[in-house]
């Protein structure tokens, strides 16, 4: 028995050393990973820090183009209410112009080509220029008469 506990204190002498640094090793490393992961869990990494400026750099370009986009809208909405404002006196006038356009279109490219070729005559620009205007103004309204007759259909 006392072979044994020789053994026993040997064995324990030679390994116990051992076993010890391999312990304390093992624990150090374990204590170093849980101290890594507590920090990287209150203080985040370098690139959480990096994805979070990128990501209130985008949420301010956003909030600042729906921003101008809003704005924007405000003000369109504002100057159509306006225009709507300032053109509702003229609303049965474009209701009659509008028929007259459908019913009688040589009429209307005559109200709009005769002024401006009696304003060439009347400028002393000669009779050939006041018919060359004249012409000129008659082709330009019987053209939209006609694309606003294309568009209709």
Do not use: Q, Y
């Not at 979070?52 to 301010?60: D, I, K, S, Y």
């Not at 504002?78 to 007259?100: Q, V």
């Amino acid at each position: 028995m006392d072979n044994i506990d020789d053994i026993k204190t040997k064995i324990s002498e030679t390994v116990g050393p051992v076993t010890s640094a391999v312990s304390d090793t093992t624990f150090n490393a374990a204590r170093g990973a849980v101290v890594a992961s507590r920090k990287v869990d209150d203080e985040g990494t370098p690139l959480r820090s990096g994805v979070r400026a990128v990501r209130l750099a985008w949420n301010g370009a956003v909030g600042s183009l729906h921003g101008a986009t809003a704005g924007a809208t405000d003000g369109v909405a504002g100057f159509a209410t306006l225009a709507r404002a300032r053109l509702s006196p003229l609303e049965p006038w474009a209701a009659h112009a509008d028929e007259l356009r459908k019913s009688r279109p040589e009429l209307l490219v005559a109200a709009v080509a005769a002024p401006v070729a009696l304003l060439s005559a009347a400028l002393g620009r000669g009779k050939l220029a006041a018919a060359r205007n004249g012409f000129a103004c008659a082709a330009a309204a019987g053209s939209a008469v006609l694309a606003a007759k294309f568009w209709e259909k």
